[in-house]
């Protein structure tokens, strides 16, 4: 096949050429001459496509995402783009909302398993209470303040001794400044309370994440480690992935006959041992293939007599047996 010229463009094909007559070459000096590339696939040029380049501008347009000018508008740039846009959106949504709304939210999405009365509680204990006590700004303020407050220490067991302890800090004119740093002291430890408690479910999110990565791991060797061939063992990690397994557990749920051989399957399962012994299948198969085996036998025998046996056409006036005779 005639390899097309990379200067195709420049000649007139419809005009005849004489090939015979020289021809003068013009050289352009100081200028790289273009050479084909041998490998096209590779060339980062290639993999443009104008419509991802489209939908890329209509979401920076939208306000939707940030511009970027070194993204290219590949297939799979801007799937990896749009893989991460869902979260990126919803962090954005979420940081345009109060401190106490975004704490919040992340408490839920952390602890799914949340209760409303553990959430009622987390809400009063760390919003509703510390947010109803204002600070005090006067000195009879700071004296309602402070007076419970002390008379609950060890150090202040009666009403008189609190009483004097308040009357000369108001005379020495720190009465208001010592119940503004209780009121601060008290805010802050409300907040690293909260915060520590937030710590505390992150924590043990990230460890149930970790615990199921490592059984998700230990599944995979298990695999690879039984006796099937690769096929198999194919099969049966991809009916382990979540999707696939949830997928197939709503089939299976909608089949009686499925349901029936599923349950089948649990009545083999040992939980002393946590796993499921197939022994008795196995003899049961066995057993099964025995039986047919010996109906198979039986069959035989009884042809290989039928075969010997034949009628007596000469002797029709007599019983039902003296109408067969046996050969030889």
């Not at 083999?268 to 198969?285: H, N």
């Amino acid at each position: 096949m005639e390899k097309k010229s990379l200067f195709e463009d420049l000649i007139g094909f419809d005009e005849p050429v004489n090939l015979e007559e020289p021809v003068e070459k013009e050289v352009i000096e100081d200028e790289p001459q273009e050479t084909p590339d041998n490998n096209l696939e590779d060339s980062p040029e290639e993999e443009i496509d104008d419509r991802v380049k489209v939908l890329y501008d209509i979401l920076v347009e939208s306000n939707i995402i940030p511009e970027d000018e070194e993204f290219q508008p590949t297939v799979e740039n801007f799937e990896t783009l749009v893989a991460d846009l869902p979260e990126q959106m919803f962090a954005q949504a979420v940081s345009t909302l109060p401190d106490f709304a975004q704490e919040l939210l992340q408490l839920s999405f952390q602890k799914p398993d949340l209760s409303v009365q553990d959430f009622a509680e987390f809400f009063d204990t760390y919003y509703l209470r510390p947010s109803s006590i204002e600070a005090p700004t006067t000195d009879d303020e700071a004296y309602e303040f402070l007076k419970p407050l002390i008379m609950q220490t060890k150090l202040f067991p009666t009403e008189e001794k609190a009483t004097r302890y308040l009357d000369d800090l108001l005379q020495d004119g720190l009465l208001l400044e010592k119940a503004q740093e209780v009121y601060n002291d008290q805010q802050q430890l409300v907040q690293q309370e909260k915060q520590e408690q937030l710590e505390l479910v992150r924590q043990q999110k990230l460890q149930e994440e970790q615990q199921r990565v490592q059984f998700y791991e230990q599944l995979y060797d298990t695999v690879q480690s039984l006796d099937w061939d690769q096929a198999r063992k194919q099969a049966v990690l991809e009916n382990l992935k979540p999707d696939e397994a949830a997928r197939k557990n709503d089939l299976i749920s909608k089949s009686p006959k499925a349901l029936a051989q599923l349950a089948d399957i649990y009545s083999y399962f040992d939980e002393a041992k946590g796993e499921f012994d197939f022994s008795e299948l196995g003899i049961r198969k066995v057993s099964q293939k025995v039986k047919t085996s010996k109906d198979n036998i039986e069959r035989d025998k009884i042809s290989s007599h039928l075969s010997k046996i034949k009628t007596n056409p000469k002797d029709p006036g007599g019983s039902f047996w003296s109408s067969f005779k046996q050969t030889n």
